[in-house]
């Protein structure tokens, strides 16, 4: 892993990489990923993650902004609080390009619902941040970056081009978000080296089932599931 290998084995990254590697590897074994990655994953279902991934991203950014204002100096607020603004003006400027791309109107995507795991996730990450001291709160947002990092490098790799997927698999394989995930681990690192060894056992507990929810997103995507009733 370009990203994954660049930290010492004694940080709490390079634990919590190791320990969670076998989802992180069925994540990108998915059959998803596979479809993004050879051009042949259909609309119905690119369209299902986007606009979930939309309705994600808010309550992502709700979390960055609860880790900026937890921050433990100046440059975590800043750092976090400039994530949030990323992840709701940038991103979402990014998924409105694929909604005009795709055929997703406002009016759609207005009147969807959050999907069962998307629902769960973002509540997971809300509840997280309120609840959860700093370096907890940073375990639970790293795996949203590190693993779109790394899955976006991997489908860079063996992507068939061109792609009708081509702006995603740039967007998240390129050096700009990769250098942003850097900040990240290296901030969640710093947090952990002083954490107590409950807290960091709590850390340990929220990358795990960030990167769990990870890839039952991806999952419910390919599924396309909605609410059995």
């Given at each position: 892993m370009s990203d994954a290998t660049s930290f010492s084995a004694s940080t709490f990254s390079a634990h919590a990489w190791g320990r969670n590697l076998p989802t992180y590897e069925a994540?990108?074994?998915?059959?998803?990923?596979?479809?993004?990655?050879?051009?042949?994953?259909?609309?119905?279902?690119?369209?299902?993650?986007?606009?979930?991934?939309?309705?994600?991203l808010i309550a992502f950014g709700r979390g960055l902004a609860i880790a900026a204002a937890k921050a433990d100096d100046p440059d975590g607020l800043v750092q976090f609080?400039?994530?949030?603004?990323?992840?709701?003006?940038?991103?979402?400027?990014?998924?409105?390009?694929?909604?005009?791309?795709?055929?997703i109107g406002p009016e759609e995507f207005s009147r969807t619902e959050m999907s069962p795991v998307c629902h769960h996730y973002s509540n997971f990450l809300i509840a997280t941040a309120y609840a959860e001291p700093y370096p907890v709160v940073l375990a639970a947002l790293l795996p949203c970056f590190w693993i779109y990092a790394e899955i976006g490098r991997d489908i860079l790799g063996r992507a068939a081009r061109p792609n009708p997927y081509d702006a995603w698999i740039d967007t998240y394989a390129g050096e700009e978000f990769h250098e942003a995930v850097r900040a990240v681990i290296a901030t969640t690192d710093r947090a952990a080296s002083g954490a107590s060894p409950d807290v960091l056992a709590r850390m340990h507990v929220a990358y795990r089932r960030a990167t769990q929810l990870e890839w039952m997103f991806w999952d419910s995507a390919w599924r396309l599931a909605d609410w059995p009733v």
């Open positions: 994540i990108r074994a998915m059959p998803f990923n596979d479809a993004l990655a050879d051009g042949t994953l259909s609309l119905e279902r690119f369209r299902h993650y986007m606009v979930q991934d939309a309705h994600y609080a400039e994530a949030a603004k990323v992840a709701v003006v940038v991103e979402r400027s990014l998924h409105a390009d694929f909604f005009e791309t795709f055929g």
